[in-house]
């Protein structure tokens, strides 16, 4: 049975596994994302460490990556963080080093692209081609499968940069992307929470006005999704939606929001089963890069 | 040499046209959209008109339809127009009738995701795997291939309901859309237009301030298709976007809505190739129709 390597590189740790499935997790470390080269040379040491103590050799790799990143393969940049607002990172080839060092096969997309692979083979999208997968943490961002694809595009999406509507006598935060100000993520994510209520997300009681507000805005970007994707589940992960109360507040505010438009039992009979957390918790990501390999692997043998 | 019927199905008025491409058509029809009974049955007379005096079969017929549709096939009211607000039509058997009364093979996909195969076929999207097309007229509806393949999903989108910032102190209009007030559709669309500056679209001058607003409407509705679908190319087809100066305007705000934050060379450098009218001008709706049943008969051969 042949294993696997996974990493999930995000903006605040990386996480790498060697498995074979969820259930047979050989390896597993998470460390803190400092400068590029320190960062990829413990990625480096962790699976040369895991192949000489193991005596076995990893099938392959499946890289995903924070972004934004370049996935198109005919580019000279093809594997590389691009523009990314995140000091020492930009214009950072990812991929290209761990290929090199460990001499093996690898596979490249998106964090959330990888974890909505991972939750398309494992988790709570099992069967479905069309479905997103979106991340509200530290940033926003989504991904997940069109036509049983992973969505790429000219890009790669990047969800949590859609404008929303922004009562300014409601809610006077003026929005804290760098980019685009009052963007979804510049309204929702943890750092607009912390940044707008002067305490950090996790501390804010259940019963703080700040949950009402950051369920619609969430509502109102799944309102979108659902008109631009029509997808046939949305899943729901990262550091804000471990508040498990905001599941019901949401489904309630999108069903009000699309006011019976989109007619589909999906919506409409099981919406409990239709804005769900992900199946696969908090290895979402890293069990990502491991479906993605996999994913890569079997194709080519078919 | 194949000739293929296809059908403009729009909530103002029915195309129908028998072609073996844009530059062979046989013979075409358009007449306004009355009651259900009486416009298919114009459309089958136009059919059974065709193959008696030509004596020639047609070989398939495609069908693009407003909607909201019916597309799942296993569905009992497949091929049906389901929940639309246009009187008399809710709840109605598109595809049955044609089907029954013509004895041909049908294709059935909504009015924009014909419209976009016709342009993938012939028109402004020939070799690109994920775009997006977007009307803007009576109503605003897009559609679009994803990983080469038209978007479905649970239902189909519905492009024209996203949620968009709306300053009520520029543009104190609620919003004309029945379901959702003051959508993309419900600021945007020619109703919206007509019922905010009391003058039919067509009729307000180059330097009305209407345009600049129209331009922001639809500038931030594309940031967020763009932010979603990622797409190569984006057509702007529909009665308002017959105003050819708000092609510039709407490039234009677009760099400035995104702001840098999507590196592609083709948002970027090639913009006026980004942003385009169809390929195929009034015909791509017709046309669409016709390159569906196409790509369904030509796939079936495979």
Redesign the interface.
Known sequence: MKVYGGIEGGGTKFVCAVATSPEDVRAETRFPTTKPEETLQRVIEFFQDYESSSGEKVAGIGICSFG?VDLDPSSPTYGYI??TPKPGWKLTDVMGPIQEKLATEVAFDTDTNGAAIGEATWGAAQNLG?FIYLTIGTGIGGGGL????P????????????????NYERDPFPGSCP??GDCFEGLASGPAMEKRWKTRAEFLPVHHPAWDLEADYIA?SL???I??????RIILGGGVMRQEYLFPMIRKKILN????????P??LEHIDEYIVPPGLGERAGVMGGIALIKRKLDKSVD
Request: glycine share 8%; aromatic share 8%; net charge negative.
């Open positions: 934004p691009t523009s069309d069109v036509n049983g694809e969505l790429h595009g000219m890009v790669h999406p990047e969800m949590g940069h859609i404008r929303i509507p922004h980019y685009h109102v309102h979108n999704f008109c631009d994707y029509s997808p046939q929001s699309l006011a019976g438009y989109i007619q589909s999906l919506l």
